[in-house]
């Protein structure tokens, strides 16, 4: 499962897709929305996703599918007005053991980060804002 969603995300719900008898262990990743970057209070964010996005992260995911003692993986990505504390990538894994599954949500999110053409724009509480993820 591999979804861009504009809505919040039901991580209770994503987890639960990757059930699996064969699984010793699950590894969930949230990424959320932080009040700061490089030192800078931040208020909000918006994401912003090419139309290709959707079939990037699919493939993605795809890719780890076959990954030794990987048994099922789900990703979400939060696109558009976030919060701070909403939940803007939400990643599970599971697998036979805890090393595979841990090794497997670490690499998928930085290659979600690193290609999936999503872009950040940063509402800093001082008024200013910027972009980040720009190609």
Request: net charge negative; hydrophobic share 45%; aromatic share 6%.
């Amino acid at each position: 499962m591999a979804e861009i969603s504009d809505v919040a995300v039901d991580t209770a719900a994503v987890a639960a897709l990757v059930d699996d008898a064969r699984a010793g262990a699950v590894v969930t990743f949230v990424g959320a929305v932080r009040n700061h970057d490089g030192g800078r209070d931040v208020d909000s964010l918006t994401y912003s996703s090419h139309p290709s996005a959707e079939g990037v992260l699919r493939e993605v995911a795809e890719s780890f599918r076959g990954r030794e003692g990987v048994h099922a993986v789900a990703v979400v990505h939060r696109v558009g007005e976030l919060a701070i504390g909403d939940v803007a990538l939400f990643a599970v894994v599971a697998a036979s053991h805890r090393g595979q599954a841990f090794s497997c949500a670490s690499d998928l999110v930085d290659r979600v980060k690193a290609t999936v053409p999503i872009w950040k724009h940063q509402h800093y509480t001082d008024g200013t804002s910027d972009w980040s993820n720009l190609p």
